[in-house]
């Protein structure tokens, strides 16, 4: 091993900190301890609603597993100091090797980077969630599960929201958001935003993560009079409301944009007094449908207008660059082991 030491009578204090630094067997502790905590993120999903937690684990246990960090283990305390300890090891490594074996001492440089691009984003970096109803805006974020505020650098207003479906399915096949950035009141950018499709600004990626309700729908719905054919009168209502036809009563009790592939649809509840209720559906691109023999009135759904939140998630992480400097020197350091012949490599 090569000497550090400036002391020719023996080993100083120094030269024995980084024989134990450059270790085998503290790199090899290390990773295992790393990959083993590694499982324990990969099995306890990560940044979650404590909400979620709580239906999952139960209260004790959730107390248990936020008081160790296991629902934010990348930003821990203790998974960022075996991350720094891996690092100082992989540099003793590499001071140790230099300058005999190149190759290695540029794969070590670049595990270097890798695991120091990961402590300065774990440090100085963060992830949120944000919930913007279309034609809102926000300028912070709640940080999952410790829900800290984080407030960001400009606004985001959510313009518009799309979401399409599966013919005959509620699954979506596509969501997508219009955003605008805003720095005081001055409009910044906008841009479309798409699955795996982030808005970049500021060194801040904004993604589309998911989407939701904001209220229940608006449902336009209108009475035709059967004997005349003529409109008798229009409604627009929700899931609380209530219509009302002579003596009976009629509820929604559920909607869909794509019923089985037959387009909109809403199901009605019809109570008559004294009588038992009875379930409807009524199509909008089939209005006879449910109408039963002998009804003089005949409920047509005319549209369904929902209003959602566009579900953002905000990601800053200033180690990145680190990250990608680092597999570039681990190409690198492989390529120059592989293609260098070994005759010619310094011993």
Known sequence: ???????????????KILEKLASNRLTVVLLLLIAALAIIGT??????????????????????????????????????????LLGINIAACTLERWPQRIAVVIVHLSLFLIFAG??????????????????????????????????????????????????????????????????????IKSQEIRVNHPLIHRGIRIFQANYGPVDDPLI????????????????????????????????????????????????????EKGGQPQYIPIFKNYPGFGVQKGDRYQIELVNIEEKYFTGLQIVKDPGVNLVWAGCVFLILGTLYAFLTPKETQPV
């Open 1 to 15: 091993m090569r000497s550090f030491a400036i002391d020719q009578n023996g080993d100083s204090m120094l030269e």
């Open 43 to 84: 099995v306890i999903e990560q940044n979650q609603d404590p909400v979620k937690y709580i239906q999952i684990y139960g209260e004790p246990v959730f107390r248990l597993f936020n008081n160790l960090g296991f629902f934010d283990m990348y930003h821990s305390w203790w998974f960022v100091l075996l991350l720094t």
């Open 118 to 187: 990961g402590i300065v984003g774990s440090l100085y970096g963060f992830r949120t969630q944000i919930n913007i109803p279309v034609g809102q805006a926000s300028n912070f974020a709640h940080e999952f599960p410790s829900m800290k505020k984080i407030f960001l650098p400009f606004t985001i207003r959510a313009d518009d929201f799309q979401v399409s479906f599966y013919k005959g399915t509620q699954r979506p096949q596509e969501f997508k958001s219009q955003l605008t950035i805003l720095e005081g009141e001055k409009e």
């Open 220 to 271: 336009e719905m209108r009475l035709k009079d059967r004997r005349t054919n003529k409109i008798v009168k229009t409604y627009t209502i929700t899931g609380h409301d209530e219509i009302k036809v002579g003596r009976e009563t009629y509820r929604i009790t559920g909607y869909a944009q794509d019923m089985q592939g037959f387009g909109p649809a809403v199901q009605l509840m019809r109570m």
